[in-house]
T-cell receptor, first 110, second 115 residues
């Protein structure tokens, strides 16, 4: 069964803190995507990865294929990072859709 | 265009009316997806188009929902005889050749409210 689980569901952090959001998935994937959804609904793709690690500014995404686990890290968090972060798996056994985690709602307090 | 464009951004309609939602994908992207996000819920797959292949309609919740993609570009999602439970944000995404190892780009969504 294709499943994606995210944790935590909600996260509040002080500005400057290092943040980690976790994503686990059930079976093999072709790729895993991290998305950011701001209030108002717009979604932005942050990363797509199938192995290793990617970095973009203060954002870092890692994936461990053997453990079926990915993490999104935010260094030196800022209030503008407040958003919902969603992981989406492209499972190897289906090519037609993403399976989404339920999202992590992040609030960064000044 | 530079990104995936959806219109309208907001739509309020009366129960029982038909609505059409439009998605303009990024030029050259052969894969197009429709998703729905109901209030407080995660993203739900609706339909997937890939090139000239028959679309994957497995996520459409009822026969009141249909979608087409003309000329391999613009897509229209139609909801007939709208119900209050259809109220949601409808998101469109496109990618270059399909999901495997290609990045998906999302539109801003259409917020549909059925009153």
């Amino acid at each position: 069964k294709n499943e994606v689980e995210q944790s935590p569901q909600n996260l509040t952090a002080q500005e400057g803190e290092f943040i980690t959001i976790n994503c686990s998935y059930s079976v093999g994937i072709s790729a895993l995507h991290w998305l950011q959804q701001h209030p108002g609904g717009g979604i932005v793709s942050l990363f797509m990865l199938s192995s290793g690690k990617k970095k973009h500014g203060r954002l870092i995404a890692t994936i461990n294929i053997q453990e079926k686990h990915s993490s999104l890290h935010i260094t030196a968090s800022h209030p503008r990072d407040s958003a919902v972060y969603i992981c989406a798996a492209d499972f190897s056994n289906t090519g037609n859709q993403f399976y989404f985690g339920t999202g992590t709602s992040l609030t960064v307090i000044p | 265009g530079a990104g995936v464009s959806q219109s309208p951004s907001n739509k309020v309609t009366e129960k029982g009316k038909d609505v059409e939602l439009r998605c303009d994908p990024i030029s050259g992207h052969t894969a197009l997806y429709w998703y729905r996000q109901s209030l407080g819920q995660g993203l739900e797959f609706l339909i997937y188009f890939q090139g000239n292949s028959a679309p994957d309609k497995s996520g459409l919740p009822s026969d009141r929902f249909s979608a087409e993609r003309t000329g391999g570009s613009v897509s229209t999602l139609t909801i007939q005889r709208t119900q209050q439970e259809d109220s949601a944000v409808y998101l469109c995404a496109s990618s270059l050749v399909g999901t495997a190892n290609t990045e998906a780009f999302f539109g801003q969504g259409t917020r549909l409210t059925v009153v």
